[in-house]
């Protein structure tokens, strides 16, 4: 079951992923989506500013440890709570 | 005695076709890519033709790579691969580290900063895209063909405006005489087809509107367009060695500066470079009976290239055939050179002369023999190509034929 921040970590995903991968959802793994590791840190950008949180430089390090899209959405639903 | 250095693969791609044998046909036909240009982007630009790649060959080049390069850097690995793979070449663990490349570029990746100057000043992002940089880079496009090959030798960005290419070749071939590879992929890559680059060019007041027609005297100046052209080079013994098919010899080089003006040619510059890639390929005026002209076709240009080419030949000026594939491929700036070397190839290889398309009224000042509008049967043993540019740095290469 997707929420509404994942299905918007989602989409933002699918902006940058290869159009041959096709769906993504939470179960999908990262490496599978044919985004170059620094368009990985791309998405990290693009959702800091959708949602107005910070992530530091090794946090993004942390974040290359992710596996899955559940693993993202999980990190960055910590991220906004920290924040709150 | 030095190594001599042979061409054993050549791949291009530019308006006039995807690959090298498709840009050769229509060279020989005399075929102009020149037309009006395509994007929406560039529709509220004066300069309203050019010769563009309108779609790409299907080039299998993951995504993943990709969305890190720009145009003229796609163009280059596209050129690359197709040179390297005509050449029979196989690079793996045991000679990596003997193949290097350069690549010839005189602008930058132009496409990628109108996008993200678009994105910043007119859509309010907050930042470019996260490769800008490595996409822009000039040094960006020896660096993705070293890459996507596999290329472990000598690799760097080569960068005189329009006589890149012919830099690369040279420094190419530096390598090669001091050992310090075995094999390097030379050429150059554009693409400068970007609002801003054009917007730029129409403020020289140097644009034709019509079409490219050098030497014509109805000539209006210069077109631009977009390509890459890559030459696999290679020294004799090497190419020898693994009974590589020998396309061509790369024979000499010959390189000088104005030292005058940034923009406006010298006679005395040309001429320089000229005598001095004759001196360095062995060769005598009477031995060459092709130039490719750098032939941009502005008055400028095409009357001080003609002056300076009958001070240096002499009586062989008058048989000699001279023409410019500019009028074909139009001004790649960059990448110019390196097509230009694809038409000096091939036209030794098949005994033609590739003509100077869209000409019209002879110029009593360009009265060379510049092969109006159809190709000419002829043997060709020896040809040079000449790049000028912008800052006065010239560089003119000879090819032999094999």
Same mark, same amino acid.
């Given at each position: 079951?997707?929420?509404?921040?994942?299905?918007?970590?989602?989409?933002?995903?699918?902006?940058?992923?290869?159009?041959?991968?096709?769906?993504?959802?939470?179960?999908?793994?990262?490496?599978?989506?044919?985004?170059?590791?620094?368009?990985?840190?791309?998405?990290?950008?693009?959702?800091?500013?959708?949602?107005?949180?910070?992530?530091?430089?090794?946090?993004?390090?942390?974040?290359?440890?992710?596996?899955?899209?559940?693993?993202?959405?999980?990190?960055?639903?910590?991220?906004?709570?920290?924040?709150? | 005695?030095?190594?001599?250095?042979?061409?054993?693969?050549?791949?291009?791609?530019?308006?006039?076709?995807?690959?090298?044998?498709?840009?050769?046909?229509?060279?020989?036909?005399?075929?102009?890519?020149?037309?009006?240009?395509?994007?929406?982007?560039?529709?509220?630009?004066?300069?309203?033709?050019?010769?563009?790649?309108?779609?790409?060959?299907?080039?299998?080049?993951?995504?993943?790579?990709?969305?890190?390069?720009?145009?003229?850097?796609?163009?280059?690995?596209?050129?690359?691969?197709?040179?390297?793979?005509?050449?029979?070449?196989?690079?793996?663990?045991?000679?990596?580290?003997?193949?290097?490349?350069?690549?010839?570029?005189?602008?930058?990746?132009?496409?990628?900063?109108?996008?993200?100057?678009?994105?910043?000043?007119?859509?309010?992002?907050?930042?470019?895209?996260?490769?800008?940089?490595?996409?822009?880079?000039?040094?960006?496009?020896?660096?993705?063909?070293?890459?996507?090959?596999?290329?472990?030798?000598?690799?760097?960005?080569?960068?005189?405006?329009?006589?890149?290419?012919?830099?690369?070749?040279?420094?190419?071939?530096?390598?090669?005489?001091?050992?310090?590879?075995?094999?390097?992929?030379?050429?150059?890559?554009?693409?400068?087809?970007?609002?801003?680059?054009?917007?730029?060019?129409?403020?020289?007041?140097?644009?034709?509107?019509?079409?490219?027609?050098?030497?014509? /005297?109805?000539?209006? %100046? =210069?077109? @631009?367009?977009?390509? #890459?052209?890559?030459? +696999?080079?290679? $020294?004799? &013994?090497?190419?020898?060695?693994?009974?590589?098919?020998?396309? /061509?010899?790369?024979? %000499? =080089?010959? @390189?000088?500066?104005? #030292?005058?003006?940034? +923009?406006?040619? $010298?006679? &005395?510059?040309?001429?320089?470079?000229?005598?001095?890639?004759? /001196?360095?390929?062995?060769?005598?005026?009477?031995?060459?009976?092709?130039?490719?002209?750098?032939?941009?076709?502005?008055?400028?240009?095409?009357?001080?290239?003609?002056?300076?080419?009958?001070?240096?030949?002499?009586?062989?000026?008058?048989?000699?055939?001279?023409?410019?594939?500019?009028?074909?491929?139009?001004?790649?700036?960059?990448?110019?050179?390196?097509?230009?070397?694809?038409?000096?190839?091939?036209?030794?290889?098949?005994?033609?002369?590739?003509?100077?398309?869209?000409?019209?009224?002879?110029?009593?000042?360009?009265?060379?023999?510049?092969?109006?509008?159809?190709?000419?049967?002829?043997?060709?043993?020896?040809?040079?190509?000449?790049?000028?540019?912008?800052?006065?740095?010239?560089?003119?290469?000879?090819?032999?034929?094999?």
């Amino acid at each position: 079951m997707a929420d509404q921040l994942a299905e918007q970590i989602i989409s933002k995903i699918e902006e940058h992923a290869d159009p041959a991968v096709g769906a993504v959802g939470l179960d999908t793994e990262l490496t599978s989506l044919g985004i170059h590791s620094l368009e990985l840190t791309e998405i990290i950008f693009d959702l800091e500013e959708a949602y107005g949180i910070e992530i530091e430089m090794n946090t993004v390090e942390a974040w290359s440890n992710l596996k899955t899209v559940q693993d993202m959405v999980d990190a960055v639903r910590a991220l906004i709570a920290k924040k709150a | 005695m030095r190594q001599r250095i042979v061409v054993t693969g050549i791949g291009g791609l530019c308006g006039l076709g995807n690959d090298a044998a498709s840009i050769w046909n229509a060279m020989r036909e005399g075929r102009s890519a020149i037309g009006p240009l395509a994007s929406e982007l560039l529709s509220d630009l004066k300069v309203r033709i050019g010769s563009e790649i309108k779609t790409l060959p299907d080039h299998g080049i993951d995504r993943k790579r990709t969305v890190t390069m720009d145009r003229f850097s796609l163009f280059a690995v596209i050129a690359a691969r197709e040179a390297l793979a005509q050449s029979g070449l196989q690079v793996d663990e045991n000679n990596t580290y003997r193949v290097g490349t350069a690549v010839g570029v005189g602008v930058f990746g132009a496409e990628t900063t109108d996008d993200n100057y678009r994105k910043v000043f007119l859509e309010g992002k907050s930042r470019p895209e996260i490769f800008t940089v490595p996409k822009i880079m000039p040094g960006a496009a020896a660096g993705q063909v070293s890459m996507n090959l596999g290329l472990r030798g000598p690799t760097f960005g080569v960068t005189s405006a329009c006589s890149s290419s012919n830099h690369a070749f040279a420094t190419a071939m530096d390598q090669l005489i001091l050992g310090r590879a075995d094999v390097m992929l030379a050429g150059g890559a554009e693409a400068p087809m970007s609002w801003g680059v054009l917007k730029s060019w129409e403020a020289l007041r140097i644009m034709a509107a019509d079409t490219c027609r050098p030497f014509s /005297a109805d000539r209006q %100046g =210069v077109v @631009m367009g977009e390509g #890459a052209g890559i030459a +696999v080079l290679e $020294t004799y &013994e090497h190419a020898k060695a693994r009974g590589a098919n020998i396309l /061509a010899e790369l024979a %000499g =080089v010959g @390189m000088s500066a104005d #030292a005058s003006d940034i +923009v406006a040619p $010298t006679v &005395e510059g040309p001429m320089a470079a000229m005598r001095a890639c004759l /001196a360095d390929a062995g060769l005598n005026p009477e031995d060459v009976d092709y130039i490719n002209a750098h032939g941009t076709g502005t008055k400028a240009n095409d009357q001080i290239e003609t002056v300076a080419i009958k001070q240096v030949f002499g009586e062989s000026a008058r048989r000699l055939s001279v023409s410019s594939t500019k009028s074909m491929h139009a001004h790649c700036l960059g990448a110019s050179g390196a097509l230009e070397m694809i038409a000096c190839v091939m036209a030794m290889r098949e005994g033609i002369v590739p003509p100077t398309a869209n000409y019209r009224e002879p110029d009593p000042d360009c009265d060379l023999d510049v092969t109006p509008n159809v190709a000419r049967e002829r043997k060709v043993r020896a040809a040079i190509s000449n790049g000028f540019a912008f800052g006065g740095t010239n560089a003119v290469v000879a090819f032999k034929a094999a």
